[in-house]
């Protein structure tokens, strides 16, 4: 009877969930005006009015860039736990952190040298 009862919270939570998400799917279609004016179908920016085509090409530059911001970030999301905890494992962490943060310089140099840091 004991499991029985903790699945019930299980599938009471599954139906608040479904339903939080139901309520929250309808709810603006009942209630949202229906009628649409003249500017319903004009793209905006921002409550601006659009300048120029929406089809620009960036330079894929700009996302390897993004890229490598994203190497660091996840560099020091994982040096934090690691450094938190680093008298407990001892130098098997510092091992362990030298070569996470080796592969990552080796991508970091790799960008450099083709010459990504660089705006043309």
Do not use: C
């Amino acid at each position: 009877m004991s499991l029985l009862h903790d699945y019930s919270y299980v599938l009471g939570f599954l139906i608040i969930g479904a339903g939080f998400v139901v309520v929250n799917t309808l709810l603006p279609l009942l209630i949202s005006p229906r009628s649409r004016g003249e500017n319903a179908q004009n793209p905006y920016e921002s409550g601006e009015v659009p300048i120029g085509g929406a089809w620009v090409q960036f330079d894929v530059n700009y996302y390897l860039f993004g890229l490598i911001f994203l190497a660091f970030d996840v560099e020091a999301a994982f040096l934090f736990p690691v450094l938190v905890v680093f008298k407990e494992f001892g130098f098997a962490a510092f091992y362990e952190v030298t070569l996470f943060l080796a592969l990552l310089s080796l991508a970091i140099l790799y960008a450099w040298k083709k010459g990504l840091f660089s705006w043309r």
